[in-house]
């Protein structure tokens, strides 16, 4: 737990200052609160042995105090907020980049509901470490050590006033090994629920077509059950820790008025500040109990972040990078791939020569490995045996993100986003200007179309390019696609799902638009339009030679 804890702490390096100020503004106005009791009982006690001159003093100076104590608390808030939000940015950034390495490959995520909730709950989680424990704890043993500077002059009071306000401090660590058990459970079940939740209704139309919505929303109950009795848990220790706080600190105030009768009037005043002083420690110190178990919801977050981010990327970059290619021909040499060792090889023994120019049409069913050779191309997984070049110079030597910037990929499934077109077409040029748009969609044959839209480019795709049909949604992928630079350009069964007309249409569009690159058309069939000077067929591995 402390190790995961350790390492969510060092994710947030970039953040030291704000996380320091934070923890800076929130102990100075926890002592403005004990300052503010503690001449409160100084003005008391010096008014009831009557030192009038002392108590006016003690009054006098509360009043800047009270004054500054509302602005204290509103500065704490806005620092240790400010300084959360920009932690839990920097770790979604680096939890969302880790991702991207390691998700072409798979890394078992078989619901995309547990990893939404790995996005969104377990990083959530997280704040607890910083405005749930680490803040109320500096800030309450700020409080036990003024508390004990200020009773310094009555050794035996300090100890009996701030040694159950010390235990107190411990009450995080005691609760925190416990309630991790309970954390982590409650932590898993919530990634059930929203998976439960979530997964019936991306597959809405077959629940419904197979009258399963009561067993789907049977499953959602089990899973609310679940994550309802680890949370009980959880809130069955907080109870008893702040059972705990609360004697602690009701100790404190008894042995300050035990101590105060037994020395008599001599003591008074030093009885009074020490009552004042346990009672100005109850507000920091009652936020502990719920400080343990925030530690442990967090550790718990923690660990189901690393556990997927902590996976082997499923191809591992260069340590140092090979000259840059010459050309952009291609050639794949005695390839041998399979996804998992437990799943049949997809190539065996693969060789294909795609030099500059070429307009290859690769043929072949589904699930012969067609989309696989796009994955291997892009450095989106590795071959086990074999070899794939790029101007003479053998990928795996080559960063990925160059290889991204000279293969250019328009999938069967390219997907649109919910935002504007321009923002879904600069995804491949983030810098291009709206000209620069503007040719690319008139290339792709859908200028017009989005010349009409009232708000032109800025007009929103809606989810998943809902706003648009299949063959709109597929030309303004196609533009996003001739907006980059690369001059190898892999269409993957870029037709699919679009009717005889449309597909028609779209491939003589993409004749026209991707003269002068390298093409490799991946499709199952060939409909007479496409002109490739060069056809294969994928079959048993290998890339043998059609007729179409």
């Given at each position: 737990?402390?190790?995961?804890l350790?390492?969510?702490?060092?994710?947030?390096?970039a953040?030291?200052?704000w996380l320091t100020?934070?923890?800076?503004?929130?102990?100075?106005?926890?002592?403005?609160?004990?300052?503010?009791?503690?001449?409160?009982?100084q003005g008391?006690?010096?008014?009831?042995g009557g030192a009038a001159?002392g108590?006016?003093?003690a009054?006098l100076?509360l009043q800047?105090l009270?004054a500054?104590?509302?602005?204290?608390?509103?500065s704490?808030?806005?620092?240790?907020?400010?300084?959360?939000?920009?932690?839990?940015?920097?770790?979604?950034?680096?939890?969302f980049r880790?991702?991207a390495?390691r998700?072409?490959?798979?890394?078992?995520?078989g619901?995309?509901?547990?990893?939404?909730g790995?996005?969104v709950?377990?990083?959530?989680?997280l704040?607890?470490?910083?405005?749930r424990?680490?803040?109320?704890?500096?800030?309450?043993l700020?409080?036990?050590?003024?508390?004990?500077?200020?009773?310094?002059?009555a050794?035996?009071?300090?100890?009996?006033v701030?040694?159950?306000?010390a235990v107190?401090?411990?009450l995080?660590?005691?609760?925190?090994?416990?309630?991790?058990?309970?954390?982590?459970?409650?932590?898993?079940?919530?990634?059930?629920?929203?998976?439960?939740?979530?997964?019936?209704l991306l597959?809405?139309?077959?629940?419904?077509?197979?009258?399963a919505?009561?067993?789907a929303?049977?499953?959602?109950?089990r899973?609310?059950?679940?994550?309802?009795?680890?949370q009980?848990?959880?809130?069955?220790?907080?109870?008893w820790?702040?059972?705990?706080?609360t004697?602690?600190?009701q100790a404190?105030l008894?042995?300050?008025?035990?101590?105060?009768?037994?020395?008599?009037a001599e003591?008074?005043?030093?009885?009074?500040l020490?009552l004042?002083?346990a009672v100005?420690?109850?507000?920091?110190?009652?936020?502990?109990?719920?400080?343990?178990?925030?530690l442990?919801?967090?550790?718990?977050?923690?660990?189901r972040?690393?556990?997927?981010?902590d996976?082997?990327?499923?191809?591992?970059?260069p340590v140092?990078?090979?000259?840059?290619?010459?050309?952009?021909?291609?050639?794949?040499?005695?390839?041998?791939?399979?996804?998992?060792?437990?799943?049949?090889?997809?190539?065996?023994?693969?060789?294909?020569?795609?030099?500059?120019?070429?307009?290859?049409?690769?043929?072949?069913?589904?699930?012969?490995?067609?989309?696989?050779?796009?994955?291997l191309?892009?450095?989106?997984?590795?071959?086990?045996?074999?070899?794939?070049s790029f101007g003479?110079?053998?990928?795996?030597?080559l960063?990925?993100?160059?290889?991204?910037?000279?293969?250019?990929?328009?999938t069967?499934?390219a997907?649109?986003?919910?935002d504007?077109?321009?923002a879904?077409?600069?995804?491949?040029?983030?810098?291009a200007?709206?000209?620069?748009?503007?040719?690319?969609l008139?290339?792709?044959?859908?200028?017009e179309?989005?010349?009409?839209l009232?708000?032109?480019?800025?007009?929103?795709?809606g989810?998943?390019?809902?706003?648009?049909?299949?063959g709109?949604a597929?030309?303004?992928a196609l533009?996003?696609?001739?907006l980059?630079?690369?001059?190898?350009?892999v269409?993957?069964?870029?037709?699919?799902g679009?009717?005889?007309?449309?597909e028609?249409?779209?491939?003589?569009t993409?004749?026209g638009?991707?003269?002068?690159r390298?093409?490799i058309l991946?499709?199952?069939?060939?409909?007479?339009?496409?002109?490739?000077?060069?056809?294969?067929?994928?079959?048993?591995?290998?890339?043998?030679p059609?007729?179409?």
């Amino acid at each position: 737990m402390l190790r995961d804890l350790a390492r969510t702490l060092g994710l947030w390096r970039a953040q030291a200052g704000w996380l320091t100020a934070g923890i800076a503004v929130s102990a100075g106005s926890t002592l403005l609160g004990v300052a503010l009791l503690a001449l409160a009982g100084q003005g008391i006690a010096a008014a009831l042995g009557g030192a009038a001159l002392g108590g006016g003093l003690a009054f006098l100076l509360l009043q800047p105090l009270v004054a500054l104590r509302p602005a204290a608390r509103w500065s704490e808030r806005m620092v240790t907020h400010a300084a959360t939000f920009r932690a839990l940015t920097d770790t979604r950034i680096w939890f969302f980049r880790r991702l991207a390495d390691r998700l072409p490959g798979g890394i078992g995520l078989g619901r995309s509901g547990d990893l939404l909730g790995r996005l969104v709950s377990d990083v959530d989680s997280l704040d607890g470490l910083y405005l749930r424990a680490l803040v109320p704890v500096i800030s309450a043993l700020a409080v036990v050590l003024a508390g004990a500077a200020l009773l310094a002059g009555a050794p035996l009071l300090a100890a009996i006033v701030a040694l159950p306000l010390a235990v107190a401090l411990l009450l995080p660590l005691l609760l925190a090994p416990g309630a991790a058990r309970a954390a982590e459970q409650a932590a898993t079940a919530q990634g059930r629920l929203r998976a439960a939740a979530i997964d019936p209704l991306l597959g809405v139309e077959d629940v419904l077509a197979a009258n399963a919505e009561q067993a789907a929303g049977a499953t959602l109950a089990r899973e609310a059950e679940a994550l309802a009795l680890a949370q009980r848990g959880l809130g069955w220790r907080a109870a008893w820790a702040g059972a705990a706080g609360t004697l602690l600190v009701q100790a404190a105030l008894l042995g300050a008025l035990a101590w105060g009768l037994a020395v008599g009037a001599e003591g008074a005043a030093l009885a009074v500040l020490g009552l004042f002083l346990a009672v100005a420690s109850a507000e920091s110190l009652g936020l502990l109990p719920r400080a343990g178990v925030a530690l442990a919801q967090a550790a718990a977050g923690a660990r189901r972040l690393f556990e997927l981010a902590d996976q082997p990327p499923p191809v591992a970059e260069p340590v140092t990078s090979a000259a840059e290619p010459t050309g952009h021909a291609i050639r794949i040499e005695g390839l041998h791939f399979a996804w998992t060792p437990d799943r049949g090889a997809v190539f065996d023994g693969l060789d294909l020569d795609i030099p500059e120019g070429t307009r290859l049409a690769l043929l072949g069913p589904s699930g012969i490995g067609k989309s696989s050779l796009v994955a291997l191309l892009l450095k989106l997984a590795a071959p086990q045996a074999g070899r794939i070049s790029f101007g003479g110079v053998d990928i795996a030597a080559l960063p990925a993100e160059f290889i991204r910037r000279r293969i250019a990929c328009l999938t069967q499934d390219a997907r649109l986003f919910d935002d504007s077109i321009a923002a879904n077409l600069r995804i491949a040029a983030p810098a291009a200007p709206d000209a620069a748009l503007w040719r690319a969609l008139d290339r792709a044959g859908i200028g017009e179309l989005v010349r009409a839209l009232p708000e032109a480019l800025e007009t929103r795709c809606g989810e998943g390019g809902a706003r648009f049909s299949g063959g709109q949604a597929r030309r303004l992928a196609l533009a996003r696609v001739l907006l980059s630079a690369a001059p190898v350009l892999v269409l993957d069964e870029p037709t699919a799902g679009l009717d005889a007309e449309t597909e028609r249409a779209f491939l003589e569009t993409l004749e026209g638009v991707t003269a002068g690159r390298t093409v490799i058309l991946i499709t199952h069939r060939l409909v007479g339009v496409e002109r490739p000077t060069r056809i294969l067929r994928l079959a048993g591995g290998r890339a043998l030679p059609a007729a179409g």
